[in-house]
């Protein structure tokens, strides 16, 4: 059993949008991270259709993006692709259940860098991805989003099942916003998995940082 009162409060995860111009949007992501508390960075490119995206342009947003991140103490995840992450010395990786097992990715990244993996609304995925050494598990999608079009509807519950079990941290994601983010941080989420709740907030993206960093810290206090 994990005690809930030893659980840091929940931060933000921010995955950034799909199609970007890194150089453009450079002072936007900076603007996003100087505004509050952001504990990574998931760059997640996807094509047309989710296509997968070039390497060399994952590359490319990798060389403009990462430094930024690492001035501010945020960690730079790359989505989808452990030998990237490797090749492109990040701090982790995340790997959906089609992407590749946990550990075939641990294998690719080695002992240093995170792995998180993608549960959808399973106990038993987490658990088995648990037990593979992930770092983190994602439960989702717990709103509607068009981001994605996610395979499994998730509830608040399996996070709080998740905390009162174990220790490693969960993370939300699927639609959430500064308007329904409560719930989840209540629940037991460790991190939110933000994407258009920043990027399209009517305030701009260092509004939702900073209203959702006000989230984040007074239900976790309230947990
Ligand atoms: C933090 C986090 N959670 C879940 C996902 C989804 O991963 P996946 O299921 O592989 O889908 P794509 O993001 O690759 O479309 C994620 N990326 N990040
Ligand atoms: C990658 C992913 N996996 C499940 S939902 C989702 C989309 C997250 O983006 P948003 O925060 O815009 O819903
Ligand atoms: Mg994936």
């Known amino acids: 059993?994990?005690?809930?009162?030893?659980?840091?409060?929940?931060?933000?995860?921010?995955?950034?949008?799909?199609?970007?111009?890194?150089?453009?949007?450079a002072d936007t992501f900076?603007?996003?991270?100087?505004?509050?508390d952001v504990?990574?960075?998931?760059?997640?490119?996807?094509?047309?259709?989710?296509?997968?995206?070039?390497?060399?342009?994952?590359?490319?947003?990798?060389?403009?993006?990462?430094?930024l991140a690492r001035e501010r103490d945020v960690a730079f995840i790359i989505n989808d692709r452990p030998d990237l992450a490797a090749e492109l010395d990040a701090d982790g990786v995340h790997v959906g259940q089609d992407d590749m097992s946990c550990r075939e990715a641990r294998k690719l990244v080695?002992?240093?860098?995170?792995?998180?993996?993608?549960?959808?609304?399973?106990?038993?995925?987490?658990?088995?991805?648990g037990e593979a050494g992930a770092d983190y598990v994602?439960?989702?999608?717990?709103y509607e989003t068009d981001t994605k079009i996610p395979i499994s509807k998730a509830e608040p519950e399996i996070l709080t099942w998740w905390a009162n079990?174990?220790?490693?941290?969960?993370?939300?994601i699927g639609g959430i916003t500064v308007a329904n983010a409560a719930p989840l941080v209540r629940a037991g989420a460790d991190f939110l998995a933000v994407s258009s709740?920043?990027?399209?907030?009517?305030?701009?993206p260092a509004a939702a940082v900073r209203k959702l960093n006000?989230?984040?810290a007074e239900e976790s206090a309230a947990r």
């Open 214 to 216: 006000v989230i984040m």
């Open 1 to 25: 059993m994990s005690d809930p009162d030893q659980r840091p409060a929940c931060r933000l995860y921010l995955i950034t949008p799909p199609r970007f111009e890194p150089r453009a949007f």
């Open 165 to 172: 079990l174990f220790v490693l941290p969960c993370v939300a």
């Open 138 to 142: 994602a439960f989702g999608a717990f």
């Open 30 to 36: 900076k603007a996003a991270l100087d505004a509050g």
């Open 39 to 67: 504990a990574s960075l998931q760059l997640r490119l996807k094509g047309d259709n989710e296509a997968p995206p070039a390497a060399d342009d994952i590359r490319y947003a990798t060389e403009i993006l990462m430094p």
């Open 197 to 204: 709740g920043v990027w399209a907030h009517e305030d701009g």
């Open 110 to 129: 080695g002992p240093d860098r995170a792995v998180g993996v993608t549960c959808h609304s399973s106990r038993h995925l987490a658990m088995e991805a």
